[in-house]
Each structure stands twice: as C-alpha cells, then as structure tokens.
T-cell receptor, first 115, second 114 residues
Framework: DSGVTQTPKHLITATGQRVTLRCSPRSGDLSVYWYQQSLDQGLQFLIQYYNGEERAKGNILERFSAQQFPDLHSELNLSSLELGDSALYFC??????????????FGPGTRLTVL | AQTVTQSQPEMSVQEAETVTLSCTYDTSESNYYLFWYKQPPSRQMILVIRQEAYKQQNATENRFSVNFQKAAKSFSLKISDSQLGDTAMYFCAFMVSGTYKYIFGTGTRLKVLA
C-alpha cells in the first residue's frame, strides 16, 4: 500500500458525460501527478500540482482539467467523454515539487470505461 | 526530446533463474534519475528501484539490481532468483533533474514459469 488513495476504483459511463476522479496523496506529500494508461500502453503524464498550484502540463486534453485543494487532495475532471478516453487513470504523489527527482508513489488507479 | 525504449515486449524466465530486462534512453542532459516500476495484474504501480545518474554505483534492492551504463544510456534491470510473484509488467522511467514528470517506456511483460 503506497498510501495514495484514489476513488472510485471503477467508473462506467457513456459518451458525452462528465466524471470526476479523486486522489488523496500520502500524508505530507505536497505534489500530485495524474497519468493516463490506455490498454497495454505505458503511462502518459497529464498534469502536476504542487501545494495547490499547477506546475506542469503534459498531454492533457482541453476537455480534461484538474485542481488541488487546500487539504492537498486532487480531482481530475473529464468532460465530453469519448470512447478513446477509456483508460486507467493513476494519481501519484511526492514530498516536494518533484524537481529533485522525487520518487513518485502511485495510487491503485481508477479504471474508466466509456460506453 | 527525451525518450525511453524498452525493446523486449515480452519475456519469460523459469522460477529461481535470473533475467535481465533492458532499457535505453535518449537525453542530452547530464543530471537525471532512472526508475524501474513493476505493475502486477492488480495494476498497482510499485517502485522496484531508483538510480541517480550522478552515482556510479549501481543500485540494488534485495533480488533486484541495475546495470547503469551512462555513456551507453542504458539502464537494465536484473532479477535474481525469480519468483512467481515477479510476474508483472515492468516499466522503465526517466526524469530530468529540474523537471516534474516521468517519461515511461512501453514496458516489458515478464512471466515467471513454475
């Protein structure tokens, strides 16, 4: 158990809908990272937050957005869902802003299925 | 742009034997970090081992060790005394110092055979 929690574990929804994925980082960690893993693919970095502020963006679609709250939990919002958005979404956390090569600890992931 | 290549999509090894998974990367940076993560069927991403590029000594964690060849930009993972529980997808990841994100390879699926 990495100490990172993600809810829900599974999510099934329809095209065009909007969903919210939630992540709670390890106690004391200030950075949260979101990754997308499509079927049998490596992980693609989406976005990072550090202490409430967006720090880095990767291959995140405009239909997706995220935020980190004062209690440091984070939410990833996916809207106007398409079939291709079906994937495993991971949240990871690290103690600092990540620039020093922090090890990132991953949550169990949320499996999103868009029908 | 930095890239990570894992050239072995699938591998198998007999229980108790040793296996080596390869990883190469491309970067012009001199300060960076390398990681191996394991993803078992549960899909959880579990850190196996970490290496700082400025350290010449190869990292070791119990049965797991790396062969880090900085000039060749190679970072292979050796698993000794393979166990059935080692069956998983293994991802090599790279992070340039001062940046925020991992760059992952496409993974090697390892199956340990009884």
């Amino acid at each position: 158990d990495s100490g990172v929690t993600q809810t829900p574990k599974h999510l099934i929804t329809a095209t065009g809908q909007r969903v919210t994925l939630r992540c709670s980082p390890r106690s004391g960690d200030l950075s949260v990272y979101w990754y997308q893993q499509s079927l049998d693919q490596g992980l693609q970095f989406l976005i990072q937050y550090y202490n409430g502020e967006e720090r880095a963006k990767g291959n995140i679609l405009e239909r997706f957005s995220a935020q980190q709250f004062p209690d440091l939990h984070s939410e990833l919002n996916l809207s106007s869902l398409e079939l291709g958005d079906s994937a495993l979404y991971f949240c990871a956390s690290s103690p600092t802003n990540g620039r020093g090569g922090d090890t990132q600890y991953f949550g169990p992931g949320t499996r999103l299925t868009v029908l | 742009a930095q890239t990570v290549t894992q050239s072995q999509p699938e591998m198998s090894v007999q229980e108790a034997e040793t296996v080596t998974l390869s990883c190469t990367y491309d970067t012009s940076e001199s300060n960076y970090y390398l990681f191996w993560y394991k993803q078992p069927p549960s899909r959880q991403m579990i850190l196996v081992i970490r290496q700082e590029a400025y350290k010449q000594q190869n990292a070791t964690e119990n049965r797991f060790s790396v062969n880090f060849q900085k000039a060749a930009k190679s970072f292979s993972l050796k698993i000794s005394d393979s166990q059935l529980g080692d069956t998983a997808m293994y991802f090599c990841a790279f992070m340039v110092s001062g940046t925020y994100k991992y760059i992952f390879g496409t993974g090697t699926r390892l199956k340990v055979l009884a």
